[in-house]
């Protein structure tokens, strides 16, 4: 669960504590905990992302780089941190949560599926000789 000063976790005891976001780097929400390691996929698109928001790239302190997808609603995005859909899909990690003071860097690479405004339609200027009924 999400806090204010950190993100509550159970221990291997059953108990729970929170960690404070600066001692996170990530937190993966997996679909297996058996798989292969979060940090063994792939962290970079291979082509522009087929999924809707912002396409990101998040620098980290230690210099690691994450490439990821965003929500285009800001109204999502937490003051703790972002939760990101990493590159591949398929993987075992299906969320990623990043706390802010993990990061040096969050640049947007692109929109994705954004909608672009119609152009208002114009009457036409041309007159009719011969209306058709």
Same mark, same amino acid.
């Given at each position: 669960?999400f806090?204010? /000063? +950190? ?5 291997p005891?059953?108990?729970?504590v ?6 996170i780097?990530?937190?993966? *929400?997996?679909?297996?905990w058996?798989s &292969? ?5 792939? =962290?970079?698109f291979?082509? %522009?992302? &087929?999924m @809707?928001?912002?396409?990101?790239? *998040?620098? !980290?302190?230690? $210099?690691?780089?994450?490439? $990821?997808v965003i929500? #285009? @609603? ?6 703790? +941190?972002?939760?990101?859909?990493p590159?591949?899909?398929?993987? @075992?990690?299906? =969320?990623? *949560?990043?706390? %802010? ?6 640049n947007?690479? $692109?929109?994705? $599926?954004?909608? &672009?405004? &119609?152009?208002?339609? %114009?009457?036409s200027?041309?007159?009719? #000789? !011969?209306?058709i /009924?």
């Amino acid at each position: 669960m999400f806090a204010a /000063d +950190g993100i509550e976790v159970l221990s291997p005891a059953g108990q729970a504590v929170i960690v404070p976001h600066a001692q996170i780097k990530a937190l993966s *929400f997996v679909r297996d905990w058996d798989s &292969k390691s979060v940090l063994e996929e792939r =962290r970079h698109f291979l082509a %522009r992302p &087929k999924m @809707n928001g912002l396409w990101v790239q *998040f620098v !980290f302190r230690d $210099g690691d780089r994450l490439e $990821g997808v965003i929500p #285009l @609603n800001l109204q999502t995005i937490d003051t703790a +941190g972002y939760l990101v859909t990493p590159p591949e899909t398929a993987g @075992n990690a299906q =969320r990623v *949560f990043i706390p %802010r003071q993990a990061l040096l860097e969050a640049n947007v690479l $692109g929109v994705m $599926g954004a909608r &672009k405004a &119609k152009a208002p339609k %114009r009457e036409s200027q041309q007159i009719t #000789l !011969f209306p058709i /009924d």
